[in-house]
């Protein structure tokens, strides 16, 4: 069995990481699971939520990435994650994403009576209330 796993997390965007992973933790929609070398090989959906990349054993994850939704697929000797959105959490500050959160709400009571505009608010603050409570799980980030 091998020590590494090739690992691949892509987004519509780009390519955001290749590498040689001891372990990645994904969130699964049925929980997160984690990934290691000689890991049987499946598919699966994602939720939103933080995915870890664990380069070297025992120590604290050497990369974070908020994911909202996409998929997982390992193979025998690899294993790819195709995410519909992908942010390295080291991007992100809880003030910057304190403000977009008021930005999209007022952006919602603006909308009014118009369906669609006020659909793709909510899906946005939907999705920046994810990232926020993956930022307020994170103990190691700096305030």
Do not use: C, W
């Amino acid at each position: 069995m091998a020590d590494k796993i090739n690992f691949e997390l892509v987004s519509p965007e780009r390519l955001l990481a290749t590498v040689e992973a001891e372990m990645v933790v994904v969130p699964g929609t049925e929980g997160n699971f984690a990934v290691m070398p000689g890991h049987m090989p499946l598919v699966s959906t994602l939720r939103p939520g933080a995915l870890e990349i664990y380069e070297n054993d025992g120590a604290a994850p050497s990369a974070r990435y908020f994911v909202a939704g996409g998929f997982a697929e390992v193979a025998l000797d690899s294993f790819t994650v195709l995410a519909e959105t992908a942010i390295p959490l080291a991007d992100l500050s809880r003030d910057h994403l304190d403000q977009e959160i008021r930005n999209a709400r007022e952006d919602l009571e603006d909308a009014g009576d118009d369906e669609e505009k006020r659909t793709a608010i909510e899906e946005k603050l939907s999705q920046l209330e994810d990232i926020k409570g993956v930022l307020g799980s994170d103990t190691t980030m700096i305030p």
